[in-house]
């Protein structure tokens, strides 16, 4: 959704780089987005910009929309986050989103191996891992038939998390008409100036056209291919691996897909990558409106406030009611879990859904460190 990320500060930059993959999406329906105007104090830094398919909407259409919101949940809570969100600047919203959530890998590659087929201008993916087998050996033969019928077809794999695959897969994309690139190569020689060597992609994205975008935690990697778990975490059923992980993705349509079409252009411009990326095709027409409201927010390495980290951090500070997450990598630094702690000691619920095994030791065990403080406050793990 994950993020490009540096190791200044591991804990905090490992915690927001794997929030939502890099692209953190403010799916909003009932208590997330209140109103502006008279109900906004005035020492707010920012206002609420509300956007739809023809760009931003007229005053009137906008508090329609912001009214609608509110009407679905508790105004107070409403109001109360709307004014954490432009606590540092404006909030841009974009109305009339279709959201879905995908809650494996099955799922994930499913729906997104049918928006692959569907292309008609272009296809944007981006991925930390790119393997060469299994999922992503399926996904490589759909972008090449896609740019064999003259779509316009990209990614950026990152050059740390896909290390191990081969050449070789990456020179028959491109061999057969894939434009692709290395976010951030090892290589001093090739490695854009302005970017360390421990700047990394953590973002999963892929975009098609203007019809459909995903983000989220799933890598283009086979780990992501079991269908079910037990209750140990031990997968289950016909299909299930043994080294299995189990992530999360969210697909979007409406206006806020070119918005992540432009995160994507973005990190292509800057990176020095060569290709074209096209146009996307239209939107179809047959399309159906929706009637979620979404914020994006993108950061990379160079973002000295970290953006995703510091939205996530505010909200759990004003968070009123409860605070539910889950997340693969649980590895924060002392500010996010004194804000986890104030919030369940002043009585909101916080519950967590952490990893019971992991593929990282380090990571693991600097989350555990914290779990007695944290329980000891009342937060809930499990």
Request: aromatic fraction near 6%; proline fraction near 5%.
């Amino acid at each position: 959704m994950h993020k490009t990320r540096s190791p200044q500060t591991p804990g905090l930059r490992r915690l927001c780089g794997l929030v939502l993959s890099g692209l953190l999406l403010a799916v909003v329906g009932c208590s997330s987005l209140p109103p502006k105007t008279a109900d906004l104090p005035v020492e707010q830094a920012g206002t609420v910009n509300v956007s739809g398919a023809a760009g931003q909407v007229s005053a009137t259409a906008e508090r329609k929309a912001l009214q609608g919101m509110v009407n679905e949940g508790k105004k107070d809570l409403a109001i109360h986050h709307l004014k954490t969100l432009t606590a540092t600047g404006d909030a841009d919203l974009y109305q009339g989103n279709r959201t879905r959530l995908l809650v494996d890998g099955p799922a994930t590659f499913g729906a997104m191996k049918a928006a692959i087929a569907q292309a008609r201008g272009r296809v944007l993916l981006q991925s930390y891992i790119v393997e060469d087998e299994g999922v992503a050996a399926e996904v490589a033969e759909l972008l090449l038939a896609r740019a064999a019928q003259g779509v316009k077809v990209a990614m950026i794999y990152d050059a740390v998390g896909s290390i191990t695959t081969p050449d070789a897969f990456f020179k028959r994309l491109v061999d057969g008409g894939v434009a692709v690139c290395a976010f951030n190569p090892i290589n001093p020689t090739k490695r854009p100036g302005f970017w360390g060597l421990t700047h990394r992609d953590h973002r999963k994205l892929l975009v098609v056209d203007e019809d459909v975008a995903f983000t989220g935690g799933i890598n283009i990697s086979r780990v992501y291919g079991s269908s079910s778990f037990g209750r140990r975490g031990q997968p289950t059923g016909e299909g299930a691996l043994d080294d299995g992980w189990r992530d999360t993705q969210i697909e979007l349509r409406g206006p806020v897909v070119p918005v992540i079409g432009q995160v994507f252009e973005t990190t292509w411009r800057e990176q020095g990558c060569q290709g074209e990326l096209g146009q996307p095709a239209p939107q179809k027409a047959a399309a159906e409106p929706g009637t979620r409201v979404v914020k994006v927010i993108a950061s990379d390495p160079r973002d000295k406030d970290n953006r995703i980290y510091s939205t996530l951090l505010a909200a759990v500070d004003a968070a009123q009611v409860n605070v539910r997450f889950t997340m693969a990598y649980f590895a924060p630094g002392n500010d996010f879990v004194t804000a986890l702690r104030k919030a369940a000691e002043r009585g909101v619920v916080v519950e967590m859904v952490l990893p019971g095994r992991s593929d990282s030791t380090l990571a693991f065990h600097a989350g555990r460190s914290y779990y007695d403080d944290l329980l000891s406050s009342g937060v809930r793990i499990y």
